[in-house]
T-cell receptor, first 115, second 114 residues
Framework: DGGITQSPKYLFRKEGQNVTLSCEQN?????MYWYRQDPGQGLRLIYY???????QKGDIAEGYSVSREKKESFPLTVTSAQKNPTAFYLC??????????????FGPGTRLTVL | AQSVAQPEDQVNVAEGNPLTVKCTYS??????LFWYVQYPNRGLQFLLK??????LVKGSYGFEAEFNKSQTSFHLKKPSALVSDSALYFC????????????FGSGTKLNVKP
């Protein structure tokens, strides 16, 4: 089946720790995204990548880092610099800018809780 | 700037009644508009999109949306609501200057009561 997988589903972090959230897609999409979802605030863009080895900051990139070494993978690291990381994190992918009318596909999400 | 707004945090309807979830947009140029649904602790699922053509767009699970250029709206509708339609609904627009960016509304919680 084609789709996006995220792991783990639940993640607990102690203060001061870095954690990495996994996102993999087998849809052959060029673009990948990370969003943060907090109650009542909708989705906020953290980082996005249009192509391998390239990525751009979104609206709330501080305290996060990403890499895009493979087309299929776009891991997100939540660093200790992120002061309030408890949230639901969603990964998404879409076709490239040349096919501008296509929608995004979303993974099932990772719920991160800071203890 | 591209943006969408969902003016209602919550919509309550009785099962069997028609439902409407509102969305208005602000874009320069032609809009590419989308609706998604999210069930608790899940990712977003695509429902439908408007790119061009007919103003009434049909999507998954019996949902449809009406594009109104003069009112800059893209309201989601369903003729007869089901209890299983209860979920969080998001409207989104694709940035026409940077096609790899999407902007989402704040979401509307739909409650369908038996």
């Amino acid at each position: 089946d084609g789709g996006i997988t995220q792991s783990p589903k639940y993640l607990f972090r102690k203060e001061g720790q870095n954690v990495t959230l996994s996102c993999e897609q087998n849809l052959n999409h060029d673009a990948m995204y990370w969003y943060r979802q907090d109650p009542g605030q909708g989705l906020r863009l953290i980082y996005y990548s249009q192509i391998v080895n390239d990525f751009q900051k979104g609206d709330i990139a501080e305290g996060y880092s990403v890499s895009r070494e493979k087309k299929e993978s776009f891991p997100l690291t939540v660093t200790s610099a992120q002061k309030n990381p408890t949230a639901f994190y969603l990964c998404a992918s879409s076709t490239s800018a040349g096919v501008s009318y296509n929608e995004q596909f979303f993974g099932p999400g990772t719920r991160l809780t800071v203890l | 700037a591209q943006s969408v707004a969902q003016p209602e945090d919550q919509v309550n309807v009785a099962e069997g009644n028609p439902l409407t979830v509102k969305c208005t947009y602000s874009v320069s140029g032609n809009p590419y508009l989308f609706w998604y649904v999210q069930y608790p602790n899940r990712g977003l699922q695509f429902l439908l999109k408007y790119i061009t053509g007919d103003n009434l767009v049909k999507g998954s699970y019996g949902f449809e949306a009406e594009f109104n250029k003069s009112q800059t709206s893209f309201h989601l509708k369903k003729p007869s609501a089901l209890v299983s339609d209860s979920a969080l609904y998001f409207c989104a627009v694709r940035d026409i200057r940077n096609f790899n960016k999407f902007y989402f509304g704040s979401g509307t919680k739909l409650n369908v009561k038996p």
